[in-house]
């Protein structure tokens, strides 16, 4: 049985492809679980929808809701609050449905991408049994360092692999926050507006605010996990988190909206702005070190590869 330099090229290339197909099953597989999480939550915020879109419904027509705020005079008001809700229900379902639509597209285009692995495994069993056998008949101690060289190689490759997952989880992580940064500023700015020339408006508008800022919180969380996991695959840990405090009622601040519980609604929105840029400035530099350790593992994947390269030279 012979082994020439294309066999080996040929060997190397599908190594590759291994690690290659590996990743994108890997990404597979989360964007799967990512899907089953959104399309839940797809369901939930749908229920909620109609229960906001039932509450305008009944403000509108003849019920008893609308003849008990007929008396109270407040009917315009609680409609316009009912509706801020049910429009503030809307975006929040329509975001989920355009981003499960993407999830599906990338699945899609994930799945179309394995295709051409499908008979991978057969190609490189092929090879490996070829080369085996070749250096079966070579002394034994050749063939362990073989051995040897290609599981250095393999691991050298996968760690590289690991890396750069944990690399671009990282910056997935870090894009939830910078949002959640965003939001909870505007939160913030019209949290000021609220407590030195307030309304109900402002009160809803703020609330409004806090409602994106509690559902960004999610999608902070959710990457923060995955980072976790992915951090974890190359025996890193980052111990990270996100709570947000909303303990205060949308009914009391509105309702019965005065400087203090203005006040205290600001001081939890400030804290939670400061928590968020102390986790932001973490991610940043975790995200760095590995950067640069997913450098390092590069030039090592290299190193082995050259080494395997010039073993072969040798036998």
């Not at 080996?8 to 190594?15: C, T």
């Not at 597979?28 to 906001?52: F, H, N, P």
């Not at 968020?276 to 940043?284: D, F, G, N, S, W």
Request: net charge negative.
């Amino acid at each position: 049985m012979i082994w020439t330099d294309s066999h080996q090229a040929a060997l190397l290339a599908l190594i590759q492809q291994r690690n290659e197909r590996d990743v994108l099953q890997k990404q597979l597989q989360l964007l799967q679980t990512d899907l089953q999480q959104r399309q839940a939550q797809q369901s939930t915020l749908y229920e909620t929808l109609l229960k906001e879109e039932g509450d305008v419904d009944r403000l509108q027509r003849f019920s008893w809701a609308k003849l008990y705020y007929d008396l109270l005079n407040r009917r315009e008001a609680q409609l316009t609050k009912e509706q801020a809700e049910a429009e503030a229900a809307l975006s929040q379902y329509e975001s989920v449905c355009e981003y499960v639509t993407d999830l599906k597209g990338c699945i899609n285009e994930l799945t179309q991408k394995l295709e051409p692995f499908a008979h991978l495994e057969t190609g490189y069993d092929k090879l490996i049994e070829q080369k085996t056998g070749f250096l079966l008949v070579q002394q034994g101690a050749v063939y362990e360092q073989y051995k040897g060289h290609l599981l250095a190689l393999e691991q050298a490759d996968k760690h590289v692999q690991e890396m750069r997952e944990a690399h671009s989880a990282g910056l997935k992580a870090l894009e939830e926050v910078l949002q959640l940064r965003k939001l909870l500023d505007e939160a913030l700015s019209w949290g000021n507006w609220d407590m030195w020339a307030g309304s109900v408006m402002s009160s809803m508008v703020k609330h409004q605010k806090l409602d994106a800022v509690r559902q960004q919180s999610r999608w902070v969380n959710l990457a923060l996990q995955r980072f976790q996991a992915e951090y974890a695959d190359v025996h890193r840990t980052m111990e990270a988190d996100w709570q947000f405090d909303d303990n205060l009622t949308r009914f009391v601040d509105i309702f019965f909206d005065n400087f203090l519980t203005d006040w205290s609604v600001q001081r939890r929105i400030e804290q939670a702005n400061q928590d968020a840029r102390t986790l932001e400035q973490r991610l940043v530099v975790v995200i760095k070190q590995i950067k640069a350790d997913v450098e390092q593992a590069v030039v090592e994947a290299q190193e082995r590869n050259s080494e395997l390269r010039q073993f072969l030279e040798q036998v």
